[in-house]
């Protein structure tokens, strides 16, 4: 595919997508190239807008080659049933699973997703696991992922059977989910402190959360502000 491509002439565009097809499909199936497998499934399903192809590669990918990043897919098209898989919770809970374990670009927003399908007792025979929940959720927060802290931050602060109230642990993980651009983790910190709910007073600090929370809150609108301008 030398030379650039004029994308404002419909068939040097149609010959360049035609073209990445082919190479990707080459890099798949000849070259038995597991990051190559993923390119067409992606390619099948934004290009082709053929959803079963992708499905069925991605469930191959998966399976076979134990790609992070088509295991991470393959569960979300479980989630709802996308390219005529079955709408299967258990069978997304065990795709996100193994892309969380393997590691890569999607393995922390899977690590995620494990730990909210097993707090919401959405696998398991409907059975919540407050534990496995607490381990994915940490082990996201570990790397980075907001939501996570915040909801580890959530589960300490409510308490549960099995799962006792920390408001220590809870702070702790607010200020993290804070740290990394948590609105409701600066403002969750921010009331803990102002009030002294279960751990030291600390007005000064709660007064830093919450001018944390206004700041990420004016960035926020800002930036909905930018999009729709465009």
């Given at each position: 595919?030398?030379?650039?491509?004029?994308?404002?002439?419909?068939?040097?565009?149609?010959?360049?997508?035609?073209?990445?097809?082919i190479?990707?499909?080459?890099?798949?199936?000849?070259?038995k190239?597991?990051?190559?497998?993923?390119?067409?499934?992606?390619?099948?399903?934004?290009?082709?807008?053929?959803?079963e192809?992708?499905?069925?590669?991605?469930?191959?990918?998966?399976?076979?080659?134990?790609?992070?990043?088509?295991?991470?897919?393959?569960g979300?098209y479980?989630?709802?049933g996308?390219?005529?898989l079955?709408?299967?919770?258990?069978?997304?809970?065990?795709?996100f699973?193994?892309?969380?374990?393997?590691?890569?670009k999607?393995?922390?927003?899977?690590?995620?997703?494990?730990?909210?399908?097993?707090?919401?007792?959405?696998m398991?025979?409907?059975?919540?696991?407050?534990?496995?929940a607490?381990?994915?959720?940490?082990?996201?927060?570990?790397?980075?992922?907001?939501?996570?802290?915040?909801?580890?931050?959530?589960?300490?602060?409510?308490?549960?059977?099995?799962?006792?109230?920390?408001?220590?642990?809870?702070?702790?993980?607010?200020?993290?989910?804070c740290e990394?651009?948590?609105?409701?983790?600066?403002a969750?910190?921010?009331?803990?402190?102002?009030?002294?709910?279960?751990?030291?007073?600390?007005?000064?600090?709660?007064?830093?959360?919450?001018?944390r929370?206004?700041?990420?809150?004016?960035?926020?609108?800002?930036?909905?502000?930018i999009?729709?301008?465009?």
């Open positions: 595919m030398a030379g650039l491509v004029d994308f404002k002439n419909e068939e040097e565009v149609k010959e360049f997508l035609d073209n990445l097809g190479e990707y499909s080459y890099q798949c199936h000849r070259e190239d597991a990051d190559g497998c993923h390119r067409l499934a992606d390619y099948f399903e934004s290009i082709k807008r053929d959803f192809a992708s499905a069925k590669l991605l469930k191959f990918n998966c399976e076979q080659n134990d790609h992070s990043e088509s295991c991470y897919k393959l979300a479980h989630i709802t996308k390219g005529g079955p709408a299967d919770l258990q069978a997304a809970y065990n795709c699973l193994k892309s969380c374990l393997k590691g890569g999607k393995s922390i927003d899977a690590c995620h997703n494990v730990a909210l399908l097993a707090q919401e007792g959405r398991n025979d409907g059975k919540a696991d407050v534990r496995v607490r381990d994915y959720y940490t082990k996201a927060c570990d790397g980075k992922f907001s939501a996570s802290c915040f909801n580890l931050s959530a589960m300490y602060m409510e308490g549960s059977p099995g799962f006792p109230k920390d408001m220590t642990r809870a702070l702790h993980f607010a200020e993290k989910a990394l651009g948590h609105i409701w983790g600066c969750n910190a921010s009331r803990m402190c102002k009030l002294g709910d279960g751990v030291k007073k600390d007005d000064a600090k709660a007064e830093t959360l919450k001018n929370a206004k700041d990420l809150h004016e960035k926020e609108k800002g930036a909905k502000e999009t729709f301008g465009m």
